[in-house]
């Protein structure tokens, strides 16, 4: 594993973490959506680390959904707003938060880490179909 990889980690499994609950939760989404909701996201970053508008992103609503499940998770990781998840107990579901820690990254770390991630998509997909990041992730995401 590299340097980079062994710095951000965290960040890297929480973006993986996001793109995975995600399919586990619509089993029909692919490495494709995965990607495209990856792409957006470096786009929407780069563009504010520019200083320009938000780009107009033409998601599918599967992608969409997953687009801002993921980015929540990045706006936590850059110290912006605490994350809203849900947990099962033995009551049923349970809505937590966890707020805003030390140690939030900046703009250009995050487009980093979501690169590294588009490459592990791209990697995984070409070498095993359609959904092989997924598959090859899912075993590492439960």
């Given amino acids: 594993m590299g340097r980079f990889e062994d710095e951000y980690m965290d960040v890297l499994q929480n973006i993986e973490f996001a793109l995975v609950s995600m399919y586990q939760q619509y089993p029909e989404m692919t490495d494709w959506d995965a990607m495209e909701v990856v792409k957006g ?3 929407t970053y ?6 320009r508008p938000a780009p107009m992103l033409r ?3 599967l992608a969409q959904e997953a687009y801002e499940f993921v980015r929540a998770m990045c706006e936590w990781r850059l110290g912006r707003q605490p994350l809203e998840l849900e947990r099962e107990t033995e009551q049923g579901p ?3 938060a966890l707020d805003v820690g030390e140690g ?3 703009l250009d770390e995050m487009i980093a880490c979501l690169q590294r991630v588009l490459n592990s998509i791209e990697h995984w997909n070409k070498r095993m ?6 598959d090859f992730m899912s ?3 439960r």
Avoid: H, M, S
Wanted: glycine fraction near 14%.
């Fill in 59 to 61: 998601l599918g609503p």
């Fill in 104 to 106: 939030a990254i900046t």
């Fill in 139 to 141: 075993q590492f995401v």
């Fill in 41 to 43: 996201l470096i786009r």
């Fill in 129 to 134: 179909g359609r959904r092989g990041y997924f």
């Fill in 94 to 96: 349970e809505e937590f």
């Fill in 46 to 51: 780069k563009a504010e680390r520019d200083g």
